[in-house]
């Protein structure tokens, strides 16, 4: 129906009295059934509409009207307009919300505050079709009911879509910045441990004693002066 002149029936009309054009060609460029126009012809359909000439609005010319006339085979073309009218663009305001969730709005905004904190005022206001000062109301507890206030999902409400929540928080995830995790010590890598050199002694496993060798476990002794002093005691002989 987007090649379809404006007020088919009432253009048909027109063409049906002041054309000699079959009731397939007008139907055909009108887009109703034969039928219909036969209908209109005969003064049962359409009665009280009155005729729309298309010459005048520019949908349709004088020898295309006359081409059809002399072959009942040719199908009408609609003119192309010559004026391109702007397609004009509805501001999007606040999300409708239906007289019987409006009483959980506040619920919800206080859900979002507290679960999703990244959100921005705007995100939240798109939501959940609140105003600003609701917001601000609720987000610095001064709200009128903030005592009788209880965090309630949306989605679950039915006044936003999982869709477009997920999507609000996404776009706030993106505008964090990244939080730089530290996880503590960690283990040294099997680079190093692996190009260490293994001991080859016991000090160098243990380490250096540090306590003094006794005189008698020295390698180096005197067996004379030893024998010397077995001598000198009495063993009772």
């Known amino acids: ?3 379809a002149p404006l007020m088919p029936k009432a253009t048909a009309v027109w063409l049906v009295e002041n054309t000699s054009l079959t009731f397939d060609q007008i ?3 009108c887009k109703l059934h034969p039928l219909e126009v036969k209908g209109i012809a ?3 359909v359409a009665a009280g509409i009155r005729g729309h000439d298309p010459i005048t609005s520019g949908q349709l010319t004088r020898e295309e009207i006359a081409r059809g006339e002399r072959d009942p085979r040719h199908q009408l073309k609609l003119s192309v307009s010559k004026v391109v009218v702007p397609e004009v663009k509805k501001a999007r305001g606040p999300r409708y919300t239906p007289l019987s ?3 959980d709005r506040p619920n919800a905004i206080l859900w979002l505050v507290r679960n999703h904190p990244e959100l921005k005022d705007a995100q939240i206001m798109r939501l ?3 105003t600003k000062a609701t917001l601000k109301a609720i987000r610095e507890r001064t709200h009128w009911n903030s005592a009788a206030l209880t965090p309630m999902d949306p989605v679950t409400l039915g006044l ?3 869709i477009d929540l997920d999507f609000e928080v996404n776009r706030a ?3 964090r910045p990244a939080v730089v ?3 503590g010590q960690t283990l040294v890598p099997a680079a190093v441990t692996t190009g260490l050199r293994e001991p080859a002694t016991t000090e160098e496993v243990f380490g250096k004693s540090t306590t003094p060798r006794p005189a008698e476990e020295e390698d180096n002794f005197d067996a004379d002066r030893v024998f010397g002093r077995l001598k000198d005691l009495d063993f009772g002989e």
Do not use: I, L, P, Y
Request: charged fraction near 40%; hydrophobic fraction near 20%; glycine fraction near 8%.
């Open 27 to 29: 139907a055909e460029f």
């Open 160 to 162: 936003c879509s999982q």
């Open 101 to 103: 969730r409006r009483q």
């Open 181 to 183: 995790e530290d996880h």
């Open 173 to 175: 995830a993106k505008d």
């Open 42 to 44: 005969d003064g049962e």
């Open 1 to 3: 129906m987007s090649n």
């Open 128 to 130: 959940v079709g609140t």
